[in-house]
């Protein structure tokens, strides 16, 4: 086990011994500056992993004539920066600017559309990879993970912080790109120590110094924290996390009920939170079967968006995305057809379903009468990774945001209470028909 002065080499791997005095500056079996000294190294064992300036990354590792340019990827119906390489941070470039705004902090930028479908299939190899340290991986987003390493070192005859740094090269060997771990013994605090040192970063936050750590970070670090939330602790006094550290917990839980408790814990390094793992995937999906045959694509389509809606409100729930879907139809003489659709980016969008569902509907209205129609949603995978078109596509975010309103308001007054247009009008119809 390390003591107070092991030292790790993230390069080779090698440990040395550091003499109090004068601490190493070189590994001395490889030369390398990039060492790692912490007293608790060897006992800490929850991770953050997070690619570094991912979208970018992977376009300056197609094309290598970007290795040197600063390379914004973005563009899209809105126009706003998805990411931005190093470089071009370096003049100010953010994610989420306004492209034109980018360009005039940086016109020299490259800017490359995003492609949403190479991403996904990179972040999975990635996470393939994170699978062979631990089962325990949960998937935050296209690009990020937490990783409970407890209990790994006999298999890897390693401690955990030794086993991410050979993570760290395999991925630099095999992929061409770069992550940042944070090394932990929670969540919170592993998320926090991944953003430390970015990029090709490796920080641990430890149990002795979390306290005095914490204290001078704003309290904006604290997930949940927003803007609003921000600003009402500010007008109460509450800007740094040490100004929650030295109110008493009584004192938090009677200003703010449990959300005061929850920040008392976390300002103390607290978090209870355990690394989920991502569920096995399975199908979500919803049929319907018809009194009458029907035929008509006009009369299916607002039978499909219903289903639709429901498997979209699945797969919100159960917080998963899609990336397949498959049509099923029993026709009036009771043969099953299925048509199957994959390769579109992860979506749990009604109107996403329904748009791919409609299309593969269509080619099946020849004439034929059928008794039931359903719609599954397959190759799930994190609901993180739903509709990120966000900031590339502003449809995604929009029809998003609407359907969580829906959400809210069916859990509110019940499934019927909203109903898009087209499914409204298909009720009345049929109200009027008796
Ligand atoms: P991030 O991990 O937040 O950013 P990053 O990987 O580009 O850079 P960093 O080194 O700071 O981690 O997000 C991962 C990817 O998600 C990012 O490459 C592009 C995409 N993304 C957006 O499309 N819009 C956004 O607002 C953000 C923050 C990310
Ligand atoms: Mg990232």
Redesign the pocket.
């Known amino acids: 086990m390390a003591g107070a002065g092991t030292i790790l080499c993230r390069d080779c791997l090698a440990r040395s011994a550091g003499s109090a005095g004068a601490p190493a500056r070189r590994c001395p079996v490889c030369g390398s500056p990039r060492l790692l000294v912490h007293p608790e190294l060897d006992t800490l064992s929850i991770a953050h992993i997070?690619?570094?300036?991912?979208?970018?990354a992977i376009e300056k590792r197609d094309n290598p004539e970007l290795a040197d340019k600063p390379v914004i990827?973005g563009g899209g119906k809105r126009g706003v920066v998805?990411?931005a390489c190093?470089i071009a941070r370096t003049f100010g470039v953010r994610?989420?600017m306004p492209m034109f705004k980018a360009l005039k902090a940086c016109p020299d930028a490259v800017v490359v559309r995003?492609d949403i479908e190479k991403?996904s299939r990179i972040g999975r190899q990635i996470r393939a990879m994170m699978l062979d340290l631990t089962p325990a991986v949960e998937p935050v987003?296209?690009?990020?993970a937490f990783l409970d390493l407890s209990g790994t070192q006999r298999l890897h005859g390693a401690p955990p912080a030794e086993t991410l740094m050979r993570f760290s090269k395999r991925v630099e060997r095999e992929l061409a790109l770069s992550v940042?771990v944070g090394l932990s013994y929670n969540k919170f605090l592993a998320k926090i120590a991944s953003?430390l040192d970015?990029?090709r970063g490796f920080a641990v936050i430890g149990r002795a110094e979390v306290v005095s750590f914490l204290a001078d970070k704003p309290i904006g670090i604290i997930p949940g924290v927003g803007k609003v939330t921000q600003e009402r602790l500010a007008k109460d006094g509450l800007r740094l996390i040490a100004d929650v550290q030295r109110q008493s917990d009584a004192d938090l839980a009677r200003r703010y009920g449990e959300e005061g408790l929850r920040l008392a814990r976390l300002a103390r390094g607290e978090d209870r939170r355990i690394v989920k793992p991502e569920r096995e995937t399975k199908s979500v999906s919803a049929e319907t079967t018809f009194d009458e045959d029907i035929g008509e694509a006009e009369r299916l389509a607002p039978v499909l968006l219903r289903l639709s809606e429901k498997v979209a409100l699945r797969l919100r729930k159960a917080d998963f995305s899609a990336r397949g879907l498959t049509l099923k139809m029993k026709t009036a003489d009771f043969r099953t057809r299925t048509r199957a659709r994959s390769g579109f980016p992860p979506t749990q969008l009604a109107s996403r379903i329904f748009e791919i569902g409609r299309e593969m509907l269509a080619k099946e209205c020849d004439g034929t009468r059928f008794r039931l129609i359903g719609i599954g949603a397959s190759d799930l995978g994190p609901g993180a990774e739903a509709d990120?078109g966000?900031?590339?596509d502003v449809t995604a975010t929009r029809d998003a945001g609407v359907e969580r309103a829906i959400d809210r308001l069916r859990d509110k007054f019940g499934g019927d209470a909203v109903m898009r247009g087209l499914v409204f009008g298909a009720k009345v119809e049929r109200g009027r028909r008796g």
């Not at 997070?50 to 970018?56: E, K, R, V």
Request: proline share 7%.
């Open positions: 997070d690619c570094d300036a991912f979208f970018a990827i998805s990411t190093y994610s989420a995003p991403y987003s296209i690009d990020e940042s953003d970015k990029p990120r966000d900031l590339v």
